[in-house]
């Protein structure tokens, strides 16, 4: 197949990469500059994913797209917004497939998306969730947990904490669950639904074997880091929640009300995916072992 990724240069967007070449899959990615990083077969075209006159025509001649692009925090001063980036760029790129005569679409959601939910990321998700099960495209969309690997957001920044600090601040009694699955693991579903009729219209819930509450997820990646028992700050939810509003537009700090709730309410799934993807995802320690060192 040829396939059109947007938001293919991100974190997960290498391993997907890496994945589909493996497949023997010709990729054409939609990028804001080129660049020589990138492996020379995957083709590139400029242009912005929020402004369809950029990159619609670059659709043609393909047989799928995927659509990665996503952030985890508001910056609206840049531009960088949920409705914007999750919202209206998802209804650009399936007016783009449709226009083009393109009907399989793979779209990156995230665990925890639902109609009622209590983050505005999440909700946002869901939007564009709906935009593409009301589309005439032949989807499957997949709502994976935390995702970690060697250039991870969420694994390497605590790993960075823990070598800095004597203690390791944590929001609330830090006992809400966490299923971390690795990059590679999402790729690798990725890559197979395009090859299974099965997974159309359908919406996975991808996380990991090791259901993890928060205290442990710590101890985990203190023990690989050489430190065996990690010293925590416990901070109160009701306090947070009283002071990162004031706080959280400013850039340098580290956390937003929205973060907080989708942490506390906890990400975790069945694992039912398994049943249909028939592989056994890689356990949270040996993974980040791989490229987490003391």
């Given at each position: 197949?040829?396939?059109?990724?947007?938001?293919?240069?991100?974190?997960?967007?290498?391993?997907?990469?890496k994945?589909?070449?493996?497949?023997?899959?010709t990729?054409?990615?939609l990028?804001?500059?080129?660049?020589?990083?990138?492996?020379?077969e995957?083709?590139?075209?400029?242009?912005?994913?929020?402004?369809?006159?950029?990159?619609?025509?670059a659709?043609?001649?393909?047989?799928?797209?995927?659509?990665?692009?996503?952030?985890?925090?508001?910056?609206?001063?840049?531009?960088?917004?949920?409705?914007?980036?999750?919202v209206?760029?998802?209804?650009?790129?399936?007016?783009?497939?449709?226009?083009?005569?393109?009907?399989?679409?793979?779209?990156?959601?995230?665990l925890?998306?639902?109609?009622?939910?209590?983050?505005n990321?999440?909700?946002?998700?869901?939007?564009?969730e709906?935009i593409?099960?009301t589309?005439?495209?032949d989807?499957?969309?997949?709502?994976?947990?935390?995702?970690?690997?060697?250039?991870?957001?969420?694994?390497?920044?605590?790993?960075?904490?823990?070598?800095?600090?004597?203690?390791?601040?944590?929001?609330?009694?830090?006992?809400?669950?966490?299923?971390?699955?690795?990059?590679d693991?999402?790729?690798?579903c990725?890559?197979?639904?395009?090859?299974?009729?099965?997974?159309?219209?359908?919406t996975?819930?991808?996380?990991?074997?090791?259901?993890?509450?928060?205290?442990e997820l710590?101890?985990?990646?203190?023990?690989i880091?050489?430190?065996?028992?990690?010293?925590?700050?416990?901070?109160?939810?009701c306090?947070?929640?009283?002071?990162?509003?004031?706080?959280?537009?400013?850039?340098?700090?580290?956390?937003?009300?929205?973060?907080?709730?989708?942490?506390v309410?906890e990400?975790?799934?069945?694992g039912?995916?398994?049943?249909?993807?028939?592989?056994?995802?890689?356990?949270?320690?040996?993974?980040?072992?791989k490229?987490?060192h003391?």
């Open positions: 197949m040829k396939i059109f990724i947007s938001g293919g240069t991100g974190f997960i967007g290498g391993h997907l990469r994945a589909l070449l493996a497949r023997g899959h990729l054409r990615l990028v804001h500059r080129r660049s020589e990083s990138l492996e020379p995957v083709e590139q075209v400029e242009g912005d994913v929020t402004i369809p006159i950029t990159f619609a025509k659709l043609e001649g393909c047989d799928a797209t995927i659509n990665l692009v996503g952030i985890i925090r508001e910056f609206p001063g840049r531009g960088m917004t949920f409705e914007h980036l999750h209206e760029a998802t209804r650009n790129m399936v007016d783009a497939a449709e226009g083009a005569g393109i009907r399989r679409h793979l779209q990156m959601s995230a925890g998306t639902r109609p009622n939910a209590v983050s990321y999440h909700k946002s998700k869901y939007c564009a709906q593409v099960r589309s005439g495209l989807f499957t969309i997949f709502r994976p947990s935390i995702v970690f690997g060697p250039k991870d957001d969420f694994v390497n920044k605590l790993a960075r904490y823990i070598r800095t600090y004597p203690m390791m601040p944590v929001i609330g009694d830090g006992k809400y669950r966490l299923q971390p699955i690795s990059a693991d999402v790729a690798r990725f890559a197979l639904a395009l090859e299974m009729p099965e997974t159309v219209g359908k996975f819930e991808l996380c990991g074997p090791d259901r993890l509450p928060y205290n710590l101890d985990t990646i203190g023990k880091l050489g430190k065996p028992k990690i010293s925590k700050l416990p901070n109160p939810l306090i947070m929640k009283l002071v990162v509003p004031l706080l959280q537009w400013l850039p340098f700090f580290p956390i937003t009300m929205d973060q907080i709730l989708m942490l309410e990400n975790i799934c069945d039912k995916w398994r049943e249909t993807f028939g592989f056994e995802p890689e356990r949270f320690e040996p993974g980040i072992a490229y987490l003391p």
